[in-house]
């Protein structure tokens, strides 16, 4: 059975930063599976935060510039560091994979963790 379980999660004031980790077992993912980040904030629909596949890095628009994933295969773990967090950036972040593709598409992704709470304070 394939887990995801994010951690790295927690309250920060404006401007700091967090190292979200997801750590996949059941099964490894390699490069050539896409494992990507989701938010969902209270009233809003779950939107993409990033995904990689091999090299390729993709990011949400509201992300860009500040936030960056990286994976170590090896650990069969996947990161997102989130730098210049703002007020808005509070959200369930939930990390998810899928075995073909790539992209921001949601029900695209065959497996999800249960998410990680991350709280910016202004």
């Known amino acids: 059975q394939v887990q995801l379980v994010e951690s790295g999660g927690g309250l920060v004031q404006a401007g700091g930063s967090l190292r979200l980790s997801c750590a996949a077992s059941g099964r490894t993912f390699s490069d050539d599976n896409a494992m990507g980040w989701f938010r969902q904030a209270p009233g809003k629909e779950r939107e993409f935060v990033a995904a990689i596949k091999w090299s390729n890095t993709y990011y949400g628009a509201s992300v860009k510039g500040r936030f960056a994933i990286s994976r170590d295969n090896a650990k069969n773990t996947v990161y997102l560091q989130m730098n210049s967090l703002k007020p808005e950036d509070t959200a369930v972040y939930y990390c998810?994979?899928?075995?073909?593709?790539?992209?921001?598409?949601?029900?695209?992704?065959?497996?999800w963790g249960q998410g990680t709470q991350v709280t910016v304070s202004s």
């Open positions: 998810a994979a899928r075995k073909n593709g790539v992209g921001a598409l949601r029900s695209a992704y065959d497996y």
